[in-house]
């Protein structure tokens, strides 16, 4: 299911969930990671390889505490930087938006941020402000929904061939 622009408000749909948080990991983006995953995505793709997280109440609330701890993982010098999987995290722009927004302020361009989403890129071109920012803060998008008839085992950070790698 494909929304059509600004069918989908992260303003009334994100309940300020996470999924899980994985500090120094090595399968989210290039380079040692911080991931988090938020909560909620109405895509609800076929073969999803993360079911659970489609509910907007799944997991724990987004913390303060937790945002210092996503930071201070950050800090270290072998961190590459953040990627926000999900869920959906354009659909989850009231935590992301002011994190990214510090990852950027502390870190400037030393730390890169990646971004998965089931939208693709020229859709979040004609979209809400809050999307188009986010998107903007990113330096790398791996876009588009799962397709489980494109699957392959061998795509580097994507789950089927329709899933583009942009750099910005």
Request: charged share 25%; with cysteine; hydrophobic share 35%.
């Amino acid at each position: 299911m494909q929304p059509a622009p600004c069918e989908w408000d992260a303003a009334s749909l994100s309940q300020g969930y996470i999924a899980d948080y994985k500090a120094f990991n090595f399968v989210d983006g290039e380079g040692v990671r911080c991931s988090l995953y938020v909560s909620g995505c109405p895509f609800k793709c076929p073969g999803c390889y993360n079911k659970a997280a489609q509910s907007f109440r799944y997991g724990k609330p987004y913390t303060e505490e937790l945002e210092a701890q996503i930071m201070a993982d950050l800090a270290q010098p072998y961190v590459a930087g953040l990627s926000l999987l999900g869920g959906e995290p354009f659909l989850n722009t009231p935590i992301l938006l002011p994190l990214a927004r510090r990852v950027r302020q502390e870190f400037g361009d030393t730390k890169t941020m990646w971004v998965w989403s089931g939208y693709t890129h020229e859709q979040l071109l004609q979209d809400t402000e809050d999307k188009r920012e986010l998107l903007e803060l990113c330096d790398v998008l791996v876009d588009g929904p799962f397709i489980q008839d494109l699957y392959h085992h061998d795509l580097a950070f994507r789950g089927s061939r329709n899933q583009r790698i942009i750099r910005f």
